[in-house]
Structures are given as structure tokens and as C-alpha cells.
């Protein structure tokens, strides 16, 4: 059985490296490098932290609105197929087998990469707490108290601040967790060519070479919305750097997370609803950054695009005969390994899990 996943991101190589395991023959698409837009990511692991997804709470769009006044925001593209949808679940609360599927997906993944690390900790691979500083500690501790997954949550102090410790969270260096899945994914055949078009069990590739397979994947991130799935691209910047920094961070208020790893310490920030190719605000992540660590040297920096749903809950569907995984906003590496899964075994004709269908958006 021959498979085409489309897009190399932490997604598609999840689904890959599932569909491997299955002796399946995998093909995978990717335009760019392998680990593409997922590799500017933080590497940081919220199993049970999915309130950072919730981007169509009540008190959200004042929230944002704020951000970009304070330019720390920006939108430049706009999808009124998504908005539409994203006024439509505004507010609305997910029903409660929502939570108990992604409960289930936070422990299927924090499972493989603990089990990816132990036969290898090759990818700075540690579980410790994620410190949050800048905002309310009370009120966040009183949050946590009634969030459905229950998230481990303490008062702490970090960088000389009140700030609050995270429990169940991890880090990895996501260049390194690419390469530890290039090797896992060895004998997979990658094709480095944008899909034009899916249609049935054909991808359609730039330059008029077609794929054909006995199923497609579609794991391209916001590029799914061709296929109809309302998803938009939030866009953030990601920085290797020679910052010093002892402890995993994010500073709320200036919207920055610093994640210090063996070889570099991750700089990320930004959340702008942005598909575009200009890049302008990345230095301002750095400013801000710079405001808490001081100053220090830049390695180098990757883009990436959130592919967020107006609920910020992902996807995993059919789509005539295509499978579609998207919409993992701010949490796909926390949720690869199980969004991986489902797609996979979604291709293969097994179940899904049908509170992650598309159905959810035409009720
Ligand atoms: C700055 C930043 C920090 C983040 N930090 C974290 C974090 O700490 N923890 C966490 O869990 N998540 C984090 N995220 C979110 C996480 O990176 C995303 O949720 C994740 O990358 C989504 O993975 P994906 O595979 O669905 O899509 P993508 O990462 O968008 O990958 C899709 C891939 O498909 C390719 N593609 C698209 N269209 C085509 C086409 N037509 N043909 C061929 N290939 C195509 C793209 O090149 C890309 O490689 C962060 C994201 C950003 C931007």
C-alpha cells in the first residue's frame, strides 16, 4: 500500500513515521526543508495546558486587540470564510468528550516522546516546569482550578519574578527532534515540490509531475483551507541564541517564550494572523525579548505559521478520499505524535474520532 502525505511538518512526519510502522510505502510532499514551518517553534510540551488554544473565549479579541495596539500584533491576511465561522463558535464551549479526546491525545504524546527519548535522548528531550511570568498568578491558579484537564499548576518566583510554574510541561530542540525523525522515518521517500491540487488519491505537483497513491494525507498546516477547513495562519518567528537563560520561560505580557536547550537557547514570539511573505516584525521579537534577557547574539531564525481553527481545536477528517490533520494552533508539537496517529490510521480506513470532525463547524 503506497501513502502521499502532503506537507513535512511535525505533523506529516508523525503521520509518516505511524504509517511506516504499518509497512505501509510513505511518500511525503514538502515545498521546503523537512520539519518546515514547525521547526520556528518554542519546543515547549503543554500536555495538559490547552487553555493557550483557546482563542475564541469571550475575553480573546479585546485581548489581541490590545496586543496589536501595543504592536505587538498584527493581522495582514484575512479570511472571511474563517472569520465567518470564528463569529459562529465565538464564546461557545466545547461539549465535554472535546476534553476527554484531548486529554487523551496529551497522554498518547507525552507516551511516544518519552518513549522516542528513552531509547534516545538525542533531541534535548527533559520534562520540567514551564515558568509563566507577567500575568496575574491568583487569577491563573483560580483558571486552572476549574480547567477541565486539570494542569499541575504551583506560585513560584522566575527571573527574580512572581510567576507560575506549569507541572506537566517538557521541552525539546525541535532541529533536533527533525533530525532524530529523518532517521526514524529512513527509507520514506520525500519529494521536495509544492502539491498544486489533491484530488482523489492524486497530488498534483508545481511543474505538472502527479503523485499517485492509494490514499493522501493533507497535513500542510493552513494550506488546508484549500480543501475547505477554516484555517488561518498565525505567524511566528523563531530564534536560536547565545541568550543565557537557567529556566524555560514565557513572558506573557510582551507574548515571548525562551527555552534554553544544550546547544542554543530558543527565542520565540508573535501571534499574527499572517500568510504573507513580509517578515518585518521578527526584529521586534527580539527587542522584546532583550527587554528581560539583555542583550545577546542570534544564531539564526525560522518562520512558521500556526494553522489555527476559530475553535483552536485541530481537525482529523475525511474529506471525500482525502485525510485531513490541521489546526493544532499553538500546540502541535505537544499534540503531534497523537494528531500524527489519528491521521494515520484515518488513511488506513480505521476510525476517527468524530468530535475532531469538520461537523463541529457546520452545526
Ligand atoms: C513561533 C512559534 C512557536 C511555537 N511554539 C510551539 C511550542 O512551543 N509548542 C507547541 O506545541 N507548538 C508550538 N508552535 C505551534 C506548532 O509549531 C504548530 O502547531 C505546528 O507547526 C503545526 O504543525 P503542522 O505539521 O500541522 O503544520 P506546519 O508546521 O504548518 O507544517 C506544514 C508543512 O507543510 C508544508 N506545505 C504547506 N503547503 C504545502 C504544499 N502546497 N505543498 C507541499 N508542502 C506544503 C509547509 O512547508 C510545512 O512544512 C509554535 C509555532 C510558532 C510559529
Known amino acids: 500500500m503506497k501513502i502521499v502525505v502532503v506537507g513535512?511538518?511535525?505533523?506529516g512526519l508523525f503521520t509518516a513515521f505511524y504509517l511506516k510502522r504499518e509497512g505501509v510505502d510513505v511518500v511525503v510532499v514538502e515545498q521546503g526543508e523537512v520539519g518546515g514551518w514547525s521547526r520556528a517553534a518554542a519546543g515547549i510540551l503543554e500536555f495538559t495546558r490547552f487553555v493557550i488554544n483557546r482563542i475564541n473565549v469571550r475575553s480573546y479579541p479585546r485581548k489581541y486587540l490590545s496586543m496589536m495596539l501595543r504592536g505587538d500584533a498584527r493581522i495582514k491576511t484575512w479570511d472571511w470564510r474563517w472569520i465567518s465561522t470564528y463569529l459562529k463558535v465565538w464564546g461557545k464551549e466545547p461539549p465535554q468528550e472535546m476534553w476527554e479526546a484531548i486529554k487523551a491525545l496529551g497522554d498518547f504524546s507525552q507516551r511516544q516522546?518519552?518513549?522516542?527519548?528513552?531509547?534516545?535522548?538525542?533531541?534535548?528531550?527533559?520534562?520540567?516546569?514551564?515558568?509563566?511570568?507577567?500575568?496575574?498568578?491568583?487569577?491563573?491558579?483560580?483558571?486552572?482550578?476549574?480547567?477541565?484537564?486539570s494542569p499541575r499548576v504551583e506560585s513560584a518566583t522566575c527571573c527574580g519574578r512572581?510567576?507560575?510554574a506549569y507541572l506537566d510541561a517538557a521541552?525539546?530542540?525541535?532541529?533536533?527532534?527533525?533530525?532524530?525523525?529523518?532517521?526514524?522515518?529512513?527509507?520514506?521517500?520525500?519529494?521536495?515540490?509544492?502539491?498544486?491540487?489533491?484530488?482523489?488519491?492524486?497530488v498534483w505537483l508545481e511543474g505538472g509531475d502527479v503523485i499517485q497513491g492509494d490514499a493522501v494525507v493533507v497535513a500542510a498546516g493552513y494550506w488546508a483551507r484549500k480543501l475547505g477547513i477554516p484555517v488561518a495562519p498565525f505567524k511566528g518567528y523563531g530564534f536560536r541564541t547565545k541568550a543565557k537563560a537557567e529556566k524555560m520561560f514565557i513572558e506573557m505580557s510582551k507574548g515571548v517564550a525562551?527555552?534554553?536547550?544544550?546547544?542554543?537557547?530558543?527565542?520565540?514570539?508573535?501571534?499574527?494572523?499572517?500568510?504573507?511573505?513580509?517578515?518585518?516584525?521578527?526584529?521586534?521579537?527580539?527587542?522584546?525579548?532583550?527587554?528581560?534577557?539583555?542583550?545577546?547574539?542570534?544564531?539564526?531564525?525560522?518562520?512558521?505559521?500556526?494553522?489555527?481553527t476559530p475553535d483552536g481545536f485541530p481537525v482529523v477528517d475525511r474529506i471525500g478520499n482525502v485525510t485531513v490533520v490541521t489546526g493544532a494552533c499553538r500546540l502541535g508539537w505537544t499534540y503531534g505524535p497523537a494528531l500524527g496517529k489519528l491521521a494515520a490510521d484515518l488513511a488506513l480506513g480505521k476510525g476517527g474520532l468524530e468530535v475532531l470532525s469538520m461537523a463541529r463547524f457546520r452545526r
Open 8 to 11: 513535512g511538518g511535525i505533523i
Open 113 to 149: 516522546y518519552r518513549a522516542l527519548a528513552e531509547a534516545k535522548n538525542d533531541f534535548d528531550y527533559s520534562e520540567e516546569p514551564l515558568y509563566e511570568v507577567g500575568i496575574d498568578v491568583e487569577k491563573a491558579l483560580e483558571e486552572a482550578r476549574r480547567d477541565p484537564l
Open 162 to 164: 512572581e510567576a507560575l
Open 171 to 202: 521541552k525539546l530542540a525541535t532541529d533536533m527532534f527533525i533530525e532524530r525523525m529523518m532517521r526514524e522515518l529512513e527509507g520514506v521517500q520525500f519529494v521536495n515540490k509544492k502539491a498544486q491540487e489533491v484530488a482523489g488519491r492524486e
Open 258 to 308: 525562551v527555552v534554553p536547550l544544550s546547544r542554543w537557547t530558543k527565542v520565540t514570539g508573535r501571534f499574527d494572523l499572517d500568510g504573507t511573505e513580509d517578515h518585518g516584525p521578527a526584529q521586534k521579537v527580539l527587542e522584546r525579548a532583550r527587554q528581560t534577557l539583555g542583550d545577546f547574539e542570534v544564531v539564526d531564525m525560522v518562520v512558521g505559521y500556526r494553522p489555527c
